[in-house]
């Protein structure tokens, strides 16, 4: 049964998490439900934002399940729940189409590195932020020490991560790490979403692109689209296409 669904409604979409009697905790299961979402997202012309909510009212996301985790042996662990997990969360990050988290509730540990994936997030006056990792013997795993540190100053980042410390709503704005404060983060996302309805798909998914390539997110690949986009539009393109179809040598226009 499918605990990460996705519901599309004409250029909005919505990633829902529905395990609420586990906080919404990821299980291997729910990983390869939310990178099969991805995959179709990419692939749906008609979609041009992705909000991502969850169901319950006491978590967004408690992050990894423990159970699902703790009987995995050290190579295991590393090999697969890791490097999985970060496969999907960097499938989700680098999604063409714009994204929002909205944090109605507690976000810890794994849930925090889920949010820190979307582009921007929405969060409730009475959630708070957590890296409980190291009180059960662990350390993040999902980019808590790589993407957040981009995203949240170094100091608070230990904070969280070493001390344990959470971070409220307020102070989570104030870093610059939420958009808006919302009592009803929903609603304020959606109202955020319709931005979209009056921009360019394609300029919006360019700029994307290059804050990704100037802040770290996957740099290489971000360069090689926007490269591959200036490219294909030249006559240079269609000329080298045509040519080779013909089986005859090309004669490049220059432009």
Same mark, same amino acid.
């Given at each position: ?7 599309v ?19 291997p ?10 995959a179709t997202?990419? $692939?749906s012309?008609?979609? @041009?934002?992705?909000?991502? @909510?969850?169901?319950?009212?006491? &978590?967004?996301c408690? %992050?990894?399940d #423990? ?6 042996s ?5 090999r ?7 496969r999907?969360?960097? @499938?989700?990050?680098r999604?063409s189409?714009?994204? #929002? ?23 409730a006056?009475g &959630?708070?932020?957590a890296? +409980?990792?190291?009180?059960?013997? #662990?350390? *993040? ?5 790589? $993407?957040?540190?981009?995203?949240? *100053?170094e *100091?608070?980042?230990k904070?969280?991560?070493?001390f344990g ?20 983060p ?6 955020i979403?319709?931005?979209l ?8 998914e360019?700029?994307k692109y290059?804050i ?19 490219? %294909? &539009? ?7 296409v045509? &040519?080779?179809?013909?089986? $005859?040598? *090309?004669?490049? +226009? %220059?432009s």
């Amino acid at each position: 049964m499918s605990a990460v669904h996705l519901h599309v409604d004409g250029a909005l979409a919505r990633i829902v998490l529905d395990n609420p009697g586990k906080l919404n905790a990821f299980t291997p299961a729910m990983l390869a439900q939310l990178e099969a979402h991805c995959a179709t997202l990419e $692939r749906s012309p008609e979609v @041009r934002g992705v909000i991502l @909510r969850s169901e319950g009212t006491r &978590a967004f996301c408690a %992050g990894a399940d #423990i159970t699902a985790w703790a009987p995995l042996s050290p190579f295991d662990f590393a090999r697969h729940w890791v490097r999985e997990g970060h496969r999907v969360f960097d @499938r989700l990050a680098r999604l063409s189409k714009p994204t #929002i988290a909205v944090l109605q509730a507690h976000a810890f540990g794994g849930g925090l590195e889920l949010a820190a994936c979307c582009d921007i997030r929405v969060m409730a006056p009475g &959630a708070t932020l957590a890296l +409980p990792e190291a009180q059960v013997g #662990i350390v *993040p795993g999902w980019s808590g020490t790589q $993407r957040l540190a981009r995203l949240i *100053p170094e *100091p608070v980042l230990k904070e969280m991560a070493l001390f344990g410390r959470r971070i409220d709503a307020a102070r989570a704005q104030a870093l610059g790490f939420v958009a808006e404060v919302a009592d009803d983060p929903l609603a304020a996302a959606e109202a955020i979403a319709g931005g979209l309805a009056k921009a360019s798909p394609r300029a919006v998914e360019v700029a994307k692109y290059q804050i990704h390539a100037a802040v770290g997110e996957d740099p290489a690949a971000m360069i090689e689209a926007l490269g591959a986009g200036m490219i %294909g &539009a030249s006559a240079d393109k269609a000329e080298g296409v045509a &040519a080779f179809a013909a089986k $005859r040598k *090309p004669e490049f +226009p %220059g432009s």
